[in-house]
């Protein structure tokens, strides 16, 4: 039971390069997320997908692009990559049920640089 | 709209010695949930604690608790005995119900060092 997987764990970019970030999960959980971390402002939801074929922006969409794939798979896209986009990704993934925890899981992150 | 705050970016603690993390919260939902999470400096996200809205006791797993004051909307994150592995990043988080499923809003994080 591998949990959340991330591809790749670190990447550099130079500005105005594309890159798919992957994200799988092995749970079966319907939902899944997609979040950015810069020091000092927490974890910011770029997109999330409450099942598979859809998907809704978050706080901060703006320069990325998602597919869920399948129920497994949600993958991230950058088609134009920015120095602002530097930052740490994490994939996260969640059961949507009444009375649960229904706490998130989260993958070990990828470390984009863009310069 | 739905906020978390956590005003403390960085604790102290002696090793041994207890220590609370402040978070609140803001919602006009009846039914939410929060949950602590922590983040060592390896980067990985660790699931500590969860408090229903509705959930009359404080929650507790091992050596931590969560004060939860409905009223006065805070989830504050005790941690009893601490120890040097406890030194992390530590965020609060809050879960609402959005287009058929669960949204999460975090904190902006505070760092605790546990010192020996």
């Known amino acids: 039971n591998a949990g959340v997987t991330q591809t790749p764990k670190f990447q550099v970019l130079k500005t105005g390069q594309s890159m798919t970030l992957q994200c799988a999960q092995d749970?079966?959980?319907?939902?899944m997320y997609w979040y950015r971390q810069d020091p000092g402002m927490g974890l910011r939801l770029i997109y999330y997908?409450?099942?598979?074929?859809?998907?809704d922006k978050g706080e901060v969409p703006n320069g990325y692009n998602v597919s869920r794939l399948n129920k497994r798979e949600f993958s991230l896209r950058l088609e134009s990559a920015a120095p602002s986009q530097t930052s740490v990704y994490f994939c996260?993934?969640?059961?949507?049920?009444?009375?649960?925890?229904?706490?998130?899981?989260f993958g070990p992150g990828t470390r984009l640089t863009v310069l | 709209a739905q906020k978390i705050t956590q005003t403390q970016p960085g604790m102290f603690v002696q090793e041994k010695e207890a220590v609370t993390l402040d978070c609140t919260y803001d919602?006009?939902?009846?039914?939410?949930?929060l949950f602590w999470y922590k983040q060592p400096s390896s980067g990985e996200m660790i699931f500590l604690i969860y408090?229903?809205?509705?959930?009359?006791q404080n929650a507790t797993e091992g050596r931590y608790s969560l004060n939860f004051q409905k009223a006065r909307k805070s989830a504050n994150l005790v941690i009893s005995a601490s120890q040097l592995g406890d030194s992390a990043m530590y965020f609060c988080?809050?879960?609402?119900?959005?287009?058929?499923?669960?949204?999460?809003?975090f904190g902006t994080g505070t760092r605790l060092k546990v010192l020996a």
């Open positions: 996260a993934s969640s059961e949507f049920s009444e009375g649960e925890y229904n706490e998130q899981f």
């Open positions: 749970m079966n959980h319907n939902s």
């Open positions: 997908s409450a099942s598979e074929g859809t998907t």
């Open positions: 919602t006009s939902d009846q039914s939410y949930g």
């Open positions: 408090q229903g809205s509705y959930d009359e």
């Open positions: 988080a809050m879960r609402e119900v959005t287009s058929g499923t669960y949204k999460y809003i």
